[in-house]
């Protein structure tokens, strides 16, 4: 008879690892797919977890709780990352993580049931270098690990009718720094800085005392936009190292027109705004569409005399 118990499950596999099959021969690239299931195993052991199984490239392990699932799963990042024999034509060898906590049946050293689906499911929905969790894991979470995970999408799972959030685990140290939400907002020489992100009639500020917000078209975002093609949390915008950064968290990506710029397109992925220009959510920037969004980085001068006039 099997045995009901809740758990934390773990995916991790490598990423390419066809790519490292044709390009470095059968014998070079088992070696260093068994190097990362060492790494990988080590992890899981060093922090309460249990092997359940490995699968070629690919590894599942059980653990007590979510705090110890994420300590081996940045663990595993970390020194996969930073192995000196993990390096494939000049590119680092990555891997993925998926993680969920839930109800399990052990039976026969394996673990069954919904759960381990869903962590499954996550591990496909991240890319190179991620760690992807969902919120049963999130809400077990210590307050320092807490501190370091960001909700990036919402979707629907294959074979699950309801809708599922996902969250990204900031296992690198610079990457948890820059989540800091007090984080001032300031150029090297002192000077302020704020975004101004103008739809229709709404406008949204960016700046120290507002750090981070939500684009999207669900109604709990700081600037909903409806449409068709829009996700209902399709970006972010954030502070980093005193840059203004985007955020994709979408299905069909943001595109940036900037003034004196090349035109840029993100999807899962980030990247700097700067000047001013249009952003488009999931379709190119129209100037004249109720759906783009109109911005402009103000700095000094800039910022004070916007100040002055909100003191008139």
């Known amino acids: 008879?099997?045995?009901?118990?809740?758990?934390?499950?773990?995916?991790?596999?490598?990423?390419?690892?066809?790519?490292?099959?044709?390009?470095?021969?059968?014998?070079?690239?088992?070696?260093?797919?068994?190097?990362?299931?060492?790494?990988?195993?080590?992890?899981?052991?060093?922090?309460?977890?249990?092997?359940?199984?490995?699968?070629?490239?690919?590894?599942?392990?059980?653990?007590?709780?979510?705090?110890?699932?994420?300590?081996?799963?940045?663990?595993?990042?970390?020194?996969?990352?930073?192995?000196?024999?993990?390096?494939?034509?000049?590119?680092?060898?990555?891997?993925?993580?998926?993680?969920?906590?839930?109800?399990?049946?052990?039976?026969?050293?394996?673990?069954?049931?919904?759960?381990?689906?869903?962590?499954?499911?996550?591990?496909?929905?991240?890319?190179?270098?991620?760690?992807?969790?969902?919120?049963?894991?999130?809400?077990?979470?210590?307050?320092?690990?807490?501190?370091?995970?960001?909700?990036?999408?919402?979707?629907?799972?294959?074979?699950?009718?309801?809708?599922?959030?996902?969250?990204?685990?900031?296992?690198q140290t610079e990457d948890v720094t820059s989540m800091v939400p007090e984080i001032a907002l300031a150029s090297r020489d002192g000077r302020t800085m704020r975004l101004r992100l103008r739809c229709q009639d709404r406008e949204v500020v960016v700046d120290e005392e507002r750090p981070n917000i939500a684009i999207g078209r669900a109604e709990d975002n700081d600037l909903v936009i409806k449409g068709s093609l829009i996700s209902r949390l399709h970006a972010r915008i954030e502070i980093n190292r005193n840059k203004f950064v985007l955020i994709d968290q979408s299905t069909n990506g943001t595109f940036v027109q900037a003034a004196g710029e090349e035109d840029a397109f993100v999807r899962r992925d980030s990247l700097q705004i700067k000047g001013a220009g249009l952003i488009g959510l999931g379709r190119l920037p129209d100037d004249v569409s109720p759906q783009t969004i109109h911005f402009e980085c103000e700095e000094g001068e800039a910022v004070l005399a916007q100040e002055l006039l909100g003191h008139r």
């Open 1 to 171: 008879m099997g045995k009901d118990i809740e758990l934390a499950i773990v995916f991790a596999d490598v990423v390419g690892s066809t790519r490292l099959y044709e390009s470095l021969g059968e014998v070079r690239a088992r070696e260093m797919v068994a190097i990362c299931i060492e790494v990988m195993r080590t992890a899981t052991e060093q922090h309460q977890g249990t092997v359940i199984k490995t699968m070629g490239d690919e590894i599942m392990a059980t653990f007590p709780t979510a705090d110890d699932a994420l300590d081996a799963a940045a663990q595993m990042q970390q020194q996969i990352s930073a192995h000196a024999q993990l390096s494939a034509d000049g590119q680092p060898v990555a891997i993925r993580v998926g993680c969920h906590f839930g109800p399990v049946v052990l039976e026969n050293r394996d673990v069954f049931g919904s759960t381990v689906h869903t962590a499954n499911r996550m591990t496909s929905q991240a890319k190179a270098g991620q760690i992807i969790t969902t919120t049963a894991v999130v809400d077990g979470l210590s307050p320092e690990w807490r501190a370091s995970v960001r909700q990036i999408d919402i979707a629907t799972l294959k074979g699950q009718g309801a809708e599922v959030a996902l969250f990204e685990v900031l296992w």
